[in-house]
């Protein structure tokens, strides 16, 4: 067996080979799942079916969205949709400074190329529809139900396999919405972090609780966990 300071520690290395007795690092992509606060306008360069699909799923967390297409679309009305053809147009003059985002979905791989070549240099990040290597951010499949968003990615290897896990978490999210509802407004309350730790556990692991959220019984559920923080509680 393996101990856990030999596992911990490979995990973390970084590949390396040997060639003429000299120490090569391998190049490898790491990528770091996040959340992004999106501050300032997305920017998505193509339409049709992909580009639409595209507004659909940033709509959900900014409506600062402008769609550049050569044709007319049919998109809600808090998009900017400005008809041009960007063969004889410079793109760049559609990004400003301030954006948070660029999306490029064009049918024309050269455009795209130059699209995430701009968007680098100016550190803006920038998702190539269906080519993560010109990508600075890929989106993850997501299953999102008001303020609890959970988020699956295969690193761009397999976005099928993200679907289809995306659909299975879609009809498992009710009972945790329940629970985010009922442990959000404890954890405002607590302070420090051991104290927040020893009240939530309380309460997450009491099987009444578990019971009446279970059972979509919020309310009795609300009534039990404000008697397990007014007991354990230090304020």
């Not at 989106?139 to 993200?162: V, Y």
């Not at 978490?169 to 051991?194: A, C, H, M, Q, Y």
Request: positive net charge; glycine residues 4%.
């Amino acid at each position: 067996m393996f101990s856990t300071r030999k596992i911990k520690k490979k995990s973390f290395e970084i590949p390396k080979k040997e060639h003429k007795d000299k120490e090569i690092l391998i190049e490898s992509t790491f990528q770091l799942p996040t959340v992004l606060n999106l501050s300032g306008p997305i920017i998505i360069f193509g339409g049709g079916l992909v580009g639409r699909r595209k507004v659909k799923f940033l709509s959900k967390f900014t409506k600062d969205i402008s769609v550049i297409s050569k044709e007319s679309l049919n998109l809600p009305n808090f998009v900017k949709l400005h008809l041009t053809n960007l063969e004889s147009e410079k793109f760049s003059k559609y990004i400003p400074k301030n954006t948070s985002l660029v999306v490029g979905a064009l049918s024309d791989s050269q455009l795209n190329s130059k699209i995430s070549d701009y968007c680098r240099t100016h550190n803006i990040l920038v998702n190539i529809v269906d080519n993560p290597e010109l990508s600075s951010i890929i989106f993850p499949a997501l299953s999102k139900n008001g303020d609890l968003n959970i988020t699956i990615s295969t690193g761009g290897k397999c976005p099928f396999l993200s679907k289809k896990l995306r659909e299975y978490l879609d009809t498992i999210i009710d009972p945790w919405i329940n629970w985010l509802d009922l442990l959000s407004p404890f954890r405002k309350k607590l302070v420090g972090i051991e104290e927040k730790k020893d009240i939530l556990s309380k309460i997450y692991e009491n099987a009444e609780i578990q019971s009446h959220i279970l059972n979509k019984e919020l309310d009795l559920a609300k009534i039990k966990a404000m008697e397990i923080y007014n007991v354990f509680s230090k304020h």
